[in-house]
């Protein structure tokens, strides 16, 4: 790769410079920017950068795909083209796009910054019941509580982190949004879910909610916000509007502190009272929905999941579909449907070797070995937009085997019961943390090892350099 700095300077003038940037930030691979006017963006000038991957326009955003030093990229351009410490510069208050691509956007921009830290905590946590599965770590002892601690943390405080960035995205007061997601989890909020019954609303149905206190009189169904995700997105969306209508009617010389201690105040009642029991009944009926969905035909599901995941990756799509698997395994323990994508990136892998073993035009073989490797730490767009894709016949071999892929996991009944990181140390996750090694953690090898097979051997059969491009 070239000077970064200079690589930094060429993509800024080409998105139509600094003044054309509503915000950025980025994605593993992608630098994503939401850009005032996208048509004064120099697309094929962007695609024709020998350090630049791709370009992709989709879901209200502008993606120029970098890549493995996306981060260092990333960093170059922020310092450059001057924007703030988060990537960002002042937006407009309408978002750009219709109503689909707003709301791939806002998920984005909402979990992006999340998935590292949520990688990594995953990944802690799944090789801690590893270790303990294995015997090599007692599951009683101090160092396996204190390692399971710091794994689960994020996912247990998970509204506060969510607050943040909800608030970073809906132009609430950042600190205010931690402090709404904060007192969710807040160990006398805790206390009054576990108080004496008062009544209960909505007996015998999935919107079932005990009253076990009351706010000037008003009955307070009480939720279980701890690992939650939608209730403080809602909140902080609810506390966006309360302060910026503050923001209008108090006086300037009050406005530091009061608008501060209002907003929380309405925002955290507000939320209490009808914010949070909405949000818990809607992550219940997502889940529940996929329950049926899975339970129908799982074979069919995983199939689905694990054929349709590249192509959304593609487009960036899969952003929208993320949290789906965060609800899930945050409000029923566990994960049985998107979790069937995890054979995509190492089906990938195996299908790149095969064409860097079979090619024998040697820039080829220099983009596939590379490629391939990421792919299988779970890095798939060079392998997507260096070699598959160009090659044709291997992109669909690669969406064919890992829809196989896919339907084992679904026929097995795999389950993911943390996150992991990705590609290889996502397997971790799979563990049963009650049972141990059970058919979830052997059926993810079985679903990926088959997959893998299954597209080697397809590209090396059907795939022909010829149609190189």
């Known amino acids: 790769m070239k000077n970064k700095t200079e690589l930094a300077k060429f993509i800024i003038e080409k998105v139509g410079g600094t003044e054309n940037i509503n915000s950025l930030f980025h994605c593993v691979t992608r630098l994503r920017f939401n850009l005032k006017d996208e048509s004064k963006a120099d697309t094929e000038a962007l695609k024709g950068n020998d350090d630049i991957i791709d370009v992709i326009q989709k879901g209200g955003m502008y993606q120029v795909v970098i890549g493995n030093a996306v981060g260092e990229v990333y960093e ?44 990594g905590a995953g990944v802690l946590k799944g090789l801690t019941v590893f270790f303990g599965a294995l015997g090599w770590i007692s599951t009683t002892s101090g160092a396996y509580t204190i390692l399971q601690a710091a794994g689960d943390a994020l996912f247990y405080f998970f509204p506060i ?58 009955p307070v169904m009480m939720m279980n916000y701890a690992n939650t995700v939608i209730p403080a997105i809602l909140a902080c969306y609810v506390g966006s509007k309360i302060e910026k209508g503050l923001r209008k009617v108090v006086p300037d010389v009050f406005k530091t502190f009061l608008v501060p201690a209002l907003t929380l105040a309405l925002t955290v009642v507000v939320t209490l009272l009808a914010v949070g029991p909405l949000a818990t009944w809607i992550s219940n ?170 597209g080697f051997t397809l590209t090396m059969v059907f795939w022909k350099e010829k149609e190189t491009k």
Request: proline letters at 4%.
């Open 76 to 119: 170059e351009v922020v310092k450059v083209g001057g924007l703030n410490a988060g990537g960002e510069v002042a937006a407009d208050d309408e978002d750009q796009g219709n109503a689909f691509n707003r709301f791939i956007s806002m998920i984005a921009g909402i979990f992006t910054p999340l998935l590292g830290l949520m990688c």
């Open 285 to 454: 009926i997502i889940g529940t929905i996929f329950k049926v969905f899975h339970d129908i035909s799982p074979i069919i599901s995983g199939a689905l999941v694990g054929g349709l995941w590249q192509v959304l990756v593609m487009f960036g799509l899969h952003q929208g579909i993320t949290p789906i698997m965060i609800n899930n395994v945050i409000s029923m323990g566990c994960d049985n449907v998107i979790c069937c994508m995890q054979a995509v990136p190492f089906t990938t892998c195996a299908v790149v070797l095969a064409v860097y073993l079979k090619a024998k035009n040697q820039k080829l073989k220099k983009t596939a070995l590379p490629a391939a490797i990421s792919s299988f730490f779970g890095v798939s767009e060079p392998s997507i937009y260096g070699v598959t894709i160009p090659q044709r016949t291997p992109f669909f071999i690669t969406l064919a085997s890992a829809a196989v892929g896919g339907a084992i996991m679904g026929a097995l009944g795999v389950k993911m019961y943390t996150f992991g990181g990705m590609g290889l140390f996502a397997f971790p996750a799979y563990i049963n943390p009650a049972a141990g090694f059970d058919i979830s953690f052997w059926g993810v090898l079985i679903a990926v090892g088959v997959a893998m097979v299954l």
């Open 161 to 218: 982190f969510v607050g943040y960035t909800s608030a970073e995205k809906f132009g609430l007061n950042k600190f205010v949004g931690m402090a709404v997601g904060a007192t969710l989890v807040h160990p006398n909020i805790i206390a009054l879910k576990n108080a004496e019954v008062l009544s209960t609303l909505f007996a015998g149905t999935i919107f079932q909610a005990n009253v076990t206190t009351t706010f000037l009189g008003i």
